[in-house]
């Protein structure tokens, strides 16, 4: 199994998203986001995840060459149609005016609609607060999970996350999906041929399982029941109400290659804490996260990914011969 450096990890991303029809100017940003979900040792949402992308641009279900469009919708307030796009270049083309927005305003929103899946969002909101920001990144995907007492899809996993700046630590990134699990992890444990743990997801009619092959048959379940259902909601409303993007339950599906672009929605809201009054606020959350982990087993969320990080830059990732002679065959 060969070791690859983060810099070729982005160079076979790169590669591959060119080789199965994207522009550079396109693929740099998602191969970006790749290169740092390997760093931080998610695989299923890095390379893994990189050949349904590649698939994606040769069917048509994203756009490779799709040129986003920004536009000024209010004093603080962006929209981009990523015109079927990818959702990172899409968002790069805001980026700088979104900060800066915020900045001058306190508080500004980017509202991206007719876009693809925006992989993991905690990627977007790690950026903003390493500009000093606190952000929360909402979006919508195409229908996985049945809504508490269901059975058939209608949300997607919608994730959401909040990014805040820490005193001479890495941000402070909370992630998470408003499912039990993500699909990709029920697709690779039918693969292994082993059992899914228990409240990951339901059968066709609707009853738990931890079977990986009836799980595919039938839905990935809300994250907390009910709970889960109020969170797919939330982002619904903000990541596809507000932008005009497809409800998750009208999106065609990330998850083959049949239909057309899925044209869901990302929402983004940027906090100044020194336009609010709150200069310091990186060491009053050092301090505050101090307090949470003292004397504990607790720990800071997304601080093992920091660590992965760390390792990963020193050492280099794994990565399966398999995996890297599929990707190394979109490059030709």
């Known amino acids: ?26 693929a740099r940003p998602v191969a970006d986001s790749v290169r740092d979900a390997e760093a ?28 986003p469009i920004l536009r000024r919708q209010a004093p603080a307030v962006l929209a981009v149609d990523a015109a079927h796009g990818f959702c990172h270049p899409a968002y ?10 915020s900045g001058e305003f306190g508080i500004a929103c980017l509202s991206i609609s007719r876009s693809y899946s925006a992989g993991v969002v905690g990627w977007f909101v790690d950026r903003l607060a390493r500009q000093g920001l606190v952000s929360l990144a909402f979006a919508n995907s195409s229908a996985l999970v049945a809504p508490w007492g269901g059975s058939r899809p209608f949300f997607g996993t919608n994730p959401i996350a909040l990014g805040a700046p820490r005193e001479r630590q890495p941000p402070l990134v909370i992630d998470m999906s408003s ?5 990709i992890n029920v697709i690779e444990a039918a693969k292994s041929g082993g059992p899914i743990p228990a409240g990951w997801a339901l059968d066709r009619q609707g009853k738990p399982t931890t079977d990986p092959q009836a799980a595919l048959e039938g839905t990935v379940s809300p994250l907390g029941g009910y709970k889960g259902t109020g969170l797919a909601l939330i982002v ?29 929605g990302q929402l983004f809201i940027a906090l100044s804490p020194a336009r609010l009054g709150m200069p310091k606020l990186g060491q009053r959350i050092e301090a505050m996260l101090a307090a949470m982990v003292a004397g504990s087993d607790a720990r800071v969320p997304g ?13 280099g990732v794994d990565v399966p011969d398999a995996l890297l002679a599929t990707l190394n065959a979109y490059r030709q």
């Open 92 to 101: 790069e083309l805001a980026e700088r005016e979104l900060i800066a927005l």
């Open 179 to 183: 499912s039990a699990t993500a699909r």
């Open 236 to 264: 619904e409303v903000l990541a596809a109400g507000l932008t005009g993007a497809q409800w998750a339950h009208q999106a065609d599906s990330f998850t083959d290659n049949t239909g057309g672009p899925p044209s869901v």
């Open 40 to 67: 931080e040792g998610l695989r299923n949402v890095g390379l893994g995840y990189l050949p349904i992308y590649c698939d994606h641009l040769r069917c048509g279900k994203v756009d490779g060459w799709a040129k």
């Open 303 to 315: 601080d093992r990914r920091h660590t992965a990080r760390a390792r990963a830059e020193r050492e």
């Open 1 to 26: 199994m060969p070791t690859l450096t983060l810099d070729q990890v982005h160079e076979l991303a790169l590669g591959a998203l060119i080789g199965a029809g994207a522009l550079a100017s396109n």
